[in-house]
């Protein structure tokens, strides 16, 4: 038995068929920053990964052993840096800090807390809003190179700054 509907009737459901089918669809994920934020972030040397986009700052451009100093002239850079990302409506981000596994692991979670806020002030500094629940110390527990060697604990001593979109 076929049944015939009229004309009309198979076009009105076609297009409600159609219009179904394009509410389907799955939009392509958006990174949440506008084509100007993420120039901003990739020249100032951001890198987009899982947790968002990272720019470290490690022992070559910050910490010696057993130190959480940052530099005066590194301090005007972060400060500009966040003056940047403040221009572009970034606002604020998320400052890890990192130590090697030299010594005790309580002295390296402070030590790692300690890093994080030296670099926390000139970001401040600069215009970013930072609470105290997103400038973390890490200690030794997420290292970036082997600590069995002296460059492997050096990149271990740095500190992430991490941004997202809010």
């Known amino acids: ?10 076009t009105l459901f076609m297009i409600a068929f159609a219009a179904l089918l394009a509410a389907c669809q799955s939009v392509p994920p958006t990174t949440g920053f506008t084509p100007a934020q993420i120039a901003a972030l990739k ?3 951001f890198v987009e990964t899982g947790a968002g986009w990272e720019l ?3 022992e070559r451009l910050l910490f ?6 940052v530099d005066p002239d590194l301090r005007v850079r972060i400060a500009g840096l966040a ?5 572009v409506g970034i606002t604020t981000a998320r400052v890890e800090g990192h130590s090697d596994s030299t010594g005790a692991s309580a002295y390296n979670l402070a030590l790692s807390q300690a890093r994080a806020q030296a670099v926390a002030i000139p970001l401040q500094a600069g215009g ?3 609470s105290p629940d997103q400038i973390v110390g890490r200690g ?19 500190v992430v700054v991490i941004v997202t979109p809010q």
């Open 128 to 130: 970013m809003r930072l």
């Open 83 to 87: 003056r940047n990302l403040t221009s």
């Open 1 to 10: 038995m076929t049944l015939n509907f009229p004309r009309s009737l198979q």
């Open 56 to 58: 470290t700052f490690n």
């Open 43 to 45: 020249t100032e040397g």
């Open 64 to 69: 010696a052993s057993n130190d959480a100093t």
């Open 140 to 158: 030794e527990a997420v290292p970036m190179s082997s600590n069995d060697s002296v460059e492997g604990r050096q990149d271990n001593r740095r």
